[in-house]
């Protein structure tokens, strides 16, 4: 399995920006397909985005198209996370998953491997 480490969480206003990273490590970041995910207290977790191995597909949750926006660079082993016109709602922990070959990408229990997550606050 892939090893992730994401980055990048804080706090901010609504309206603000983060930008969030994932990075791998142990086995061919271009082999993986990533996904984001987050949980907010009290929630289940559920999928933000995903990106194909070369990057050439996304997918965005409905709540958060138009200002997220998903990226990788196999170069770098990372997968990022661009969040724009931040609001309340998007406050949650982040989490970044991994998997070969997700059968649904916007599912989490297609993918094997995850990150600890990193914390997004967002305060209005």
């Known amino acids: 399995q892939v090893r992730l480490v994401e980055s990048g969480g804080g706090l901010v206003q609504a309206g603000g920006s983060l930008r969030l990273s994932c990075a791998a490590s142990?086995?061919?970041?271009?082999?993986?397909?990533m996904g984001w995910f987050r949980q907010a207290p009290g929630k289940e977790r559920e999928s933000v985005a995903a990106?194909?191995?070369?990057?050439?597909?996304?997918y965005y949750a409905d709540s958060v198209k138009g200002r997220f926006t998903i990226s990788r660079d196999n170069a770098k082993n990372t997968a990022y996370l661009q969040m724009n016109s931040l609001k309340p709602e998007d406050t949650a922990v982040y989490y970044c998953a991994a998997d070969e070959s997700p059968p649904l990408i916007y599912d989490s229990k297609s993918f094997s491997s995850w990150g600890r997550g990193t914390q997004v606050t967002v305060s209005s």
């Open positions: 142990g086995r061919t970041f271009s082999s993986y397909v």
């Open positions: 990106i194909t191995w070369t990057g050439d597909l996304t």
